[in-house]
């Protein structure tokens, strides 16, 4: 993280770019909870976040990254989207994905991969490919830190994090490329985990530190309703330690009853479920996290402009 003492007496403005590669459905919410996660996290920094995404276009991913190159943001924050197919290689994100990794890492001095775009940047950088797990990991999971990091400053002892996906990429895997795991749990493996990708630190979140209280919430709704309407063949799961026992009994037994009848009328009484229940607020280190990042750039920033300008100091010097 650098030296204290190279620390400058004014924080480095920072530009951030918000890669939201999320379906349309989700994608307000997400810029949402970015947006209010960075402005709460920064606090004194002085810091611009400039919007993009790719969404699954060529023609929009090659005009995303024309503008990159224009802005030159310090630092990006890239989004997943749900999986469609079986291999990385396949998903219709890849071709954008692979190419924004690769800028990154020339090009930024940090990013934030999540979920999905994280299994696409290390399958990218060291072919670590991602597992299908048997069914969806969605809940709230106990993590601590697998080791000491400037980027877990000020962190609990163990915390609640929001996991929500279909794949994983393993621990073990990881540790033999060079990542360093900054957080786990035997439930979800790897929670977040770094390695230097050229000039870019990246920081990949297996989980969903952004998520707002009620976003599995939703998601779970949102499963619900397709499995009704005849989208999916699976009825999903519940979050894991996310319903009081109450919701929990009463989303029980709608699931049953839509096991022996599907039909779109029990949406209504799962609607009225939703309503009723108490949405669960855990405590989060998420902004505490995205304060020691931004701490990070800046002080990053402000070393390189220093080395930057060292040389043409001695050349004057020297004239």
């Known amino acids: 993280m650098g030296d204290p003492a190279t620390r400058p007496d004014a924080p480095a403005s920072l530009l951030v770019g918000l890669v939201n590669n999320m379906p349309v459905a989700a994608k307000r919410a997400t810029t949402d909870q970015f947006t209010d996660l960075l402005a709460a996290a920064a606090e004194t920094a002085r810091m611009t976040i400039r919007f993009f995404g790719i969404e699954n276009d060529a023609s929009q991913a090659e005009n995303t990254l024309r503008q990159l190159r224009q802005l030159r943001p310090d630092a990006l924050i890239v989004t997943g989207d749900e999986p469609r197919r079986a291999a990385m290689v396949d998903e219709p994100l890849w071709p954008c994905l692979s190419r924004l990794v690769d800028w990154a890492a020339e090009n930024t001095i940090s990013s934030v991969w999540s979920c999905m775009a994280a299994h696409a940047a290390v399958f990218r950088l060291?072919?670590?490919?991602?597992?299908r797990m048997p069914q969806k990991l969605s809940g709230m999971y106990e993590c601590s830190a697998a080791t000491?990091?400037?980027?877990?400053?000020?962190?609990?002892?163990r915390w609640m994090v929001p996991h929500s996906r279909f794949n994983y990429v393993d621990q073990t895997e990881l540790s033999a490329k060079g990542y360093a795991v900054l957080s786990h749990a035997p439930r979800v493996g790897a929670d977040c985990f770094i390695k230097q990708a050229g000039d870019s630190l990246f920081l990949m979140l297996q989980g969903h530190p952004e998520y707002a209280p009620d976003s599995l919430f939703?998601?779970?709704?949102?499963?619900?309703?397709?499995?009704?309407?005849?989208?999916?063949?699976f009825y999903p799961e519940m979050p894991e330690n996310y319903f009081d026992k109450m919701t929990a009994r009463k989303l029980a037994?709608?699931?049953?009853?839509?096991?022996?009848?599907?039909?779109?009328?029990?949406?209504?009484?799962?609607?009225?479920?939703?309503?009723?229940?108490?949405?669960?607020?855990?405590?989060?280190?998420?902004?505490?996290?995205?304060?020691?990042?931004?701490?990070?750039l800046a002080l990053e920033k402000a070393n390189r402009e220093?080395?930057?300008?060292?040389p043409l100091a001695q050349q004057r010097g020297a004239a």
């Open 126 to 131: 060291h072919q670590i490919a991602r597992k």
């Open 148 to 157: 000491d990091h400037p980027l877990l400053a000020n962190f609990p002892a």
């Open 218 to 233: 939703r998601e779970y709704r949102r499963d619900v309703r397709r499995y009704l309407t005849g989208e999916s063949e």
């Open 253 to 296: 037994k709608l699931r049953e009853q839509a096991h022996r009848s599907p039909s779109t009328r029990l949406l209504a009484s799962v609607y009225a479920v939703f309503a009723a229940a108490a949405i669960p607020a855990h405590p989060s280190p998420a902004k505490q996290l995205y304060a020691n990042w931004l701490s990070y």
């Open 306 to 310: 220093i080395a930057a300008e060292w």
